[in-house]
């Protein structure tokens, strides 16, 4: 009897600390959507990476993680702070990455971590760089091709691509529609699963306009 009580006490302990990192998450995500600054994305992904997860089997804190601190390399002004933060990323994806290996959320993010790294020198890493983030989302298309997000990253880096490389506007605007449409009946199978990218799509492709 005395084991059946303390296994009680444990269990209840670890349900109770999993509904408080719940809490924390959604907490953290409701602020995510007020970030403005590098600054403000940084903490936010320290507060991310903190949440603490019985068995480490959920994707979703060390995903959040790396998506802030990748916000953070995009808004800073600094360019040599931005692989350091996009280091810190990496780390957080890769261990996302090790909780649910197939998956195409993960891949959209780490296809933005190489992306971000383009912006400390453009010119001698836009071809690297370039190549190994549009492997990432090609593997994410081929994993779940109804993802709005991997067709808006795949139509953001269209556009921003020279024309004579398959880039441009006439090139990015039916893939941002197609991500726009992909929008408007994705539903969220989680209450926690990433919903980012609709505006920015659709601000992308008014600027083809």
Request: proline share 4%; aromatic share 12%.
């Amino acid at each position: 009897m005395k084991t059946l009580r303390i296994f009680g006490i444990m269990l209840i302990s670890v349900l109770l600390f999993s509904f408080t990192n719940k809490d924390k998450l959604s907490s953290y995500l409701e602020e995510l959507k007020r970030c403005e600054t590098t600054t403000q994305y940084f903490e936010l992904a320290e507060q991310f990476g903190a949440i603490q997860v019985p068995g480490n089997q959920d994707w979703y804190p060390d995903y959040y993680a790396a998506y802030s601190y990748t916000l953070s390399a995009f808004a800073e002004k600094d360019y040599s702070k931005i692989d350091e933060k996009l280091d810190l990323a990496q780390q957080y994806i890769d261990k996302a990455q090790q909780i649910s290996p197939k998956n195409d959320e993960i891949l959209c993010v780490a296809s933005m971590i190489y992306s971000a790294r383009i912006m400390v020198n453009p010119q001698e890493r836009g071809y690297k760089y370039g190549q190994k983030s549009g492997i990432l989302l090609e593997k994410a298309l081929l994993l779940n091709s109804d993802n709005p997000r991997t067709l808006f990253l795949i139509g953001q880096s269209k556009m921003y691509m020279p024309v004579n490389y398959g880039g441009g506007c006439e090139n990015a605007k039916p893939i941002l529609e197609k991500s726009l449409e992909k929008f408007e009946s994705f539903e969220k199978p989680h209450v926690n699963y990433p919903d980012w990218g609709k505006e920015e799509a659709q601000e992308l492709l008014n600027n083809c306009s």
